[in-house]
């Protein structure tokens, strides 16, 4: 991820390119890396050497909005997939300058990946219902494979174009909520580039955001692998989200499928009723082999 503490042709990529959570040296209106008027060299070739692209909204205050649709069309023509969490930036675009509004509609439409709060979902579209506002970002992108609603508490739900995913949130004590975002973000893009069902990807990205909760701060400080598995083993589902009601609520749902603690008749002849225990059980093998290796390398 970008820091601020290594040269720039260093810290855009990783495994990964984010072009996020700079901070800002001196706090003045001109974005941070105003010098940059076109996507350098080195930075293509990254770019064309990565697997993922992540943009959030805050990189329109550090980057000129024609240098952030440059690095997209580059991830496309590079065949790099497309991550875009607007965040709260998203609405204030709407009504930013000419060139913040069309390089915010290039990212909306050019994304593979959306990921949005339930209000941002709603900003962007003047849709109220998560689902039904999924579907709408889905219908207006032109590469758009699936847009992810982040709930809060409540969980997250996966719209994509022939089904819909809800997956309850785990109950934890929450200690810090700082670095839950991002780490919620990679576990989307692990569940996207293993080719994972979407309520598995959901699942991981649950305990994973949820397990980063339960510490303090972000960076190297968000949750180990050990305390995700913990939160997987134990499926501890808040199950008290009122999924029927968004459902019901959506004048067009294909397939829906819920994450639950058992398997259960759905309200719908369309609705899957999926039970954690088997989500777990395919998510699991995954990892558990790498926590042996690490707790034996210590």
């Given at each position: ?19 996020c ?16 008027r ?75 990946v ?21 579907q ?76 980063t ?56 002849e ?29």
């Amino acid at each position: 991820m970008l820091g601020s503490c290594r040269p720039i042709s260093e810290t855009w990529f990783l495994q990964c390119c984010f072009l996020c959570n700079i901070s800002r040296a001196d706090f003045s209106e001109e974005p941070a890396f105003s010098w940059i008027r076109k996507l350098p060299a080195d930075i293509k070739i990254a770019i064309h050497h990565s697997k993922i692209l992540f943009c959030n909204g805050y990189a329109f205050d550090e980057f000129f909005p024609d240098v952030i649709a440059s690095s997209i069309d580059c991830a496309i023509d590079a065949g790099t997939a497309v991550f875009f969490d607007p965040g709260p930036r998203g609405k204030s675009l709407l009504n930013g300058t000419l060139d913040e509004q069309r390089a915010l509609e290039h990212a909306l439409r050019l994304s593979d990946v959306l990921l949005l709060t339930s209000d941002e979902a709603e900003s962007l579209t003047n849709v109220e219902n998560p689902i039904e506002a999924g579907q709408e970002l889905l219908k207006r992108g032109i590469r758009t494979k699936q847009v992810v609603i982040k709930m809060g508490s409540k969980g997250s739900i996966m719209i994509t174009k022939n089904a819909v995913s809800c997956v309850p949130s785990f109950k934890i004590n929450v200690v810090d909520t700082v670095g839950c975002g991002d780490s919620f973000t990679a576990a989307i893009a692990f569940g996207f580039l293993h080719d994972l069902p979407a309520v598995n990807t959901l699942t991981l990205a649950n305990a994973v955001g949820a397990a980063t909760a339960t510490g303090y701060g972000a960076g190297r400080n968000v949750a180990h692998l050990d305390k995700v598995l913990q939160l997987l083993r134990e499926a501890n589902l808040n199950e008290d989200t009122a999924w029927g009601e968004l459902i019901e609520g959506s004048s067009f749902c294909p397939e829906v499928t819920v994450l639950s603690r058992t398997a259960v008749n759905g309200f719908r002849e369309h609705l899957v009723h999926v039970p954690v225990g088997d989500v777990v059980s395919d998510i699991l093998p995954m990892f558990e082999a790498v926590s042996q290796r690490s707790t034996v390398q210590s």
